[in-house]
């Protein structure tokens, strides 16, 4: 089992940055990439960046260029930097970590954090 825990969210002007972060534990060795995903009220959840092991990341095309995702292996934790935020980007944020157990795909979510951009 892995648990995530995530912080960082509130309220912000828009332009303003927010930096979230979120913490693993548990079996974090089989850990092969995390992420974070947002969905907001009457959306379906998306992709906003990943980060793999080795370091790859990949962003969706809206956030390219305004978050960037990094991963500290010694605190087990991936930060979201978010600049430039938008009244569009106002969701509830989620971490997700994937695991590969005998090439079975485990996939652990966290609680969520608000991030509210006022324009």
């Known amino acids: 089992q892995v648990q995530l825990v995530e912080s960082g969210g509130g309220l912000v002007q828009a332009g303003g940055s927010l930096r979230l972060s979120c913490a693993a534990s548990?079996?974090?060795?089989?850990?092969?990439?995390m992420g974070w995903y947002r969905q907001a009220p009457g959306k379906q959840r998306e992709l906003v960046a990943a980060?793999?092991?080795?370091?790859?990341?990949n962003y969706a095309d809206s956030m390219k260029g305004r978050f960037t995702i990094s991963r500290d292996n010694a605190k087990n934790t991936v930060y979201l930097q978010m600049n430039s935020l938008k009244p569009e980007d106002t969701a509830v944020y989620y971490c997700?970590?994937?695991?590969?157990?005998?090439?079975?795909?485990?996939?652990?979510w966290g609680q969520g954090t608000q991030v509210t951009v006022s324009s």
């Open positions: 548990g079996s974090i060795e089989s850990i092969n990439a």
């Open positions: 980060i793999t092991s080795g370091g790859s990341t």
């Open positions: 997700k970590a994937e695991r590969l157990v005998f090439g079975v795909r485990q996939n652990y």
